[in-house]
T-cell receptor, first 119, second 116 residues
Framework: GAVVSQHPSRVICKSGTSVKIECRSLDFQATTMFWYRQFPKQSLMLMATSNEGSKATYEQGVEKDKFLINHASLTLSTLTVTSAHPEDSSFYIC???????????????FGPGTRLTVL | GQQLNQSPQSMFIQEGEDVSMNCTSSSIFNTWLWYKQDPGEGPVLLIALYKAGELTSNGRLTAQFGITRKDSFLNISASIPSDVGIYFCAGLPLMYSGGGADGLTFGKGTHLIIQP
């Protein structure tokens, strides 16, 4: 149980285009999902918290107009990187909680990540 | 925001050796989690800790939640080649100041390299 998927696993795009990344909880419902960014050889940094049915909450320094988050259902959250630029190239990872599946409320399960390269 | 100090940054060991890594914080955490991340993949949860002093095992892995609630360690006994990877501690501070609800704070990771 507690499996999280992401799509696509890898994307290469031109500067100025928008890219959408999907995060799905496969065998549980997730009212809250999280989006992290990881640069090479660095740790994960929380970008935003995605709440089903309400607006996402963003960490300080993360532009909400650039990183659009939609959590339209209990199993799907999307992150759209708008007008992407080379400095947005990174590894984007989502996570979700499954506190109704016997796991503790604070345990987060991560997707496999999406490698974004902006040319 | 909150910061976790994780050490060592990297470890070069021989197969069969025991491994120990730790995380410390300047503030109190109410949850400590240990993850392993392989290259190009998302982190996988290894052990979760919720109470000060708690000692939990998962196979060859053992982790403890420090009494002061400001530190945690992870031990790996009798290391094998598949233990190679980056290990992250992560925690949920008692009082989080970020805009997110319950997003985790991560340590910088310990890169484990095993020589056969």
């Amino acid at each position: 149980g507690a499996v999280v998927s992401q799509h696509p696993s890898r994307v290469i795009c031109k500067s100025g285009t928008s890219v959408k990344i999907e995060c799905r909880s496969l065998d549980f419902q997730a009212t809250t999902m999280f989006w992290y960014r990881q640069f090479p050889k660095q740790s994960l940094m929380l970008m935003a918290t995605s709440n089903e049915g309400s607006k996402a909450t963003y960490e300080q320094g993360v532009e909400k107009d650039k990183f659009l988050i939609n959590h339209a259902s209990l199993t799907l959250s999307t992150l759209t990187v708008t007008s992407a630029h080379p400095e947005d190239s990174s590894f984007y990872i989502c996570s979700a909680r499954d506190f109704e599946g016997g796991y503790s409320y604070n345990e987060q399960f991560f997707g496999p990540g999406t490698r974004l390269t902006v040319l | 925001g909150q910061q976790l100090n994780q050490s060592p940054q990297s470890m070069f060991i021989q197969e069969g050796e025991d491994v120990s890594m730790n995380c410390t914080s300047s503030s109190i955490f109410n949850t400590w989690l240990w993850y392993k991340q392989d290259p190009g993949e998302g982190p996988v949860l290894l052990i979760a800790l919720y109470k000060a002093g708690e000692l939990t095992s998962n196979g060859r892995l053992t982790a403890q939640f420090g009494i002061t609630r400001k530190d945690s360690f992870l031990n790996i006994s009798a290391s094998i080649p598949s233990d190679v990877g980056i290990y992250f501690c992560a925690g949920l501070p008692l009082m989080y100041s970020g805009g997110g609800a319950d997003g985790l704070t991560f340590g910088k990771g310990t890169h484990l390299i095993i020589q056969p």
